[in-house]
């Protein structure tokens, strides 16, 4: 659409600063758009303040912009866009200046605003859970070029280089110095240390790998449980513990002093953990990542 002008291009755009105009009151912000293309004032006023009402600001049409809080300004900018119908909405990291509580909170609305609306957006963001939680499908950008395209779910169990799978979330990743396939199918990679992972035979590269797991994924087995070893059931030693009240980030250490990070909740198992204690790791065939 490059070489039609912007008034022809048929794009909505929520830009990152709000962009709305100080002189105009929040419905003729809203109605602006509807006013360029000729509408009759008295059915682009009606228009506006449907699409107010729609976020939330039905009572907010004669106020300035500088009257309005962060929070607010973004609703008056998303209802400009709304107002429009327009076929593709592309939104510029338009939730970034704003608070978490209130990105979250947005990002909802804005999710539920596009199922009523039917629309098609193009949702800029470097938020990880933003993307995750808002997207049908994700494209990854670095340097300018498209690394990997999917569902969400897909971007984050299944990424398909180093970056993707240390950009999206965070991952534990070892280069793996010995790949093998056993009798049974099955395919066992080494990593630093000497530490044996077993590997999803669907997922299984060949060549120089680096296998990995999330550090949710990682399960921290109760003291003392006397169990049937699993698949992968690695010995480590635990060395810091960051307390985020119902969450645990753990940084433990592999056999050789290989790191491994592990996210869990904060439940009875695991509260009574402390550093310099020795724990069994373990996480499934189907949870380890192998990235060529």
């Excluded at 790191?259 to 869990?264: C, E, G, K, M, S």
Aim: proline fraction near 5%; charged fraction near 25%; hydrophobic fraction near 45%.
């Amino acid at each position: 659409m490059l070489h039609l002008p912007p008034h022809k291009r048929e794009l909505g755009i929520v830009f990152q600063n709000y962009a709305l105009f100080p002189h105009l009151d929040v419905l003729g912000n809203v109605a602006f758009g509807l006013r360029r293309r000729r509408v009759p004032v008295a059915e682009a006023n009606r228009q506006a303040k449907a699409a107010l009402e729609m976020v939330g600001l039905g009572d907010y049409g004669r106020r300035l912009p500088n009257q309005l809080s962060g929070g607010q300004q973004q609703r008056v900018a998303l209802a400009r866009a709304f107002v429009l119908r327009p076929p593709l909405l592309l939104m510029d990291e338009p939730l970034s200046s704003l608070d978490l509580k209130l990105r979250e909170q947005m990002r909802h609305e804005i999710r539920a605003l596009q199922r009523q609306l039917g629309l098609t957006l193009i949702y800029v963001t470097h938020d990880q859970d933003e993307a995750l939680a808002m997207s049908d499908r994700i494209a990854v950008l670095s340097a300018g070029q498209v690394q990997q395209i999917g569902a969400p779910r897909e971007i984050y169990e299944r990424p398909v280089n180093e970056f993707v799978a240390r950009f999206i979330g965070s991952v534990n990743l070892w280069k793996a110095d010995d790949v093998r396939v056993e009798a049974d199918g099955s395919v066992l990679a080494r990593v630093a240390g000497g530490t044996t992972m077993r590997v999803a035979r669907h997922s299984a590269k060949t060549g120089a790998i680096q296998v990995g797991v999330r550090p949710e994924r990682l399960r921290i087995l109760p003291a003392g449980s006397v169990g049937e070893a699993g698949p992968n059931q690695f010995d480590a030693e635990i060395e810091e513990i960051t307390f985020l009240g119902e969450d645990l980030q753990i940084r433990a250490r592999l056999p050789g002093a290989t790191p491994v990070q592990v996210a869990t909740k904060n439940v009875t198992d695991v509260a009574s953990l402390a550093p310099g204690q020795r724990v069994k790791l373990e996480c499934s065939v189907d949870d380890v990542i192998c990235i060529s």
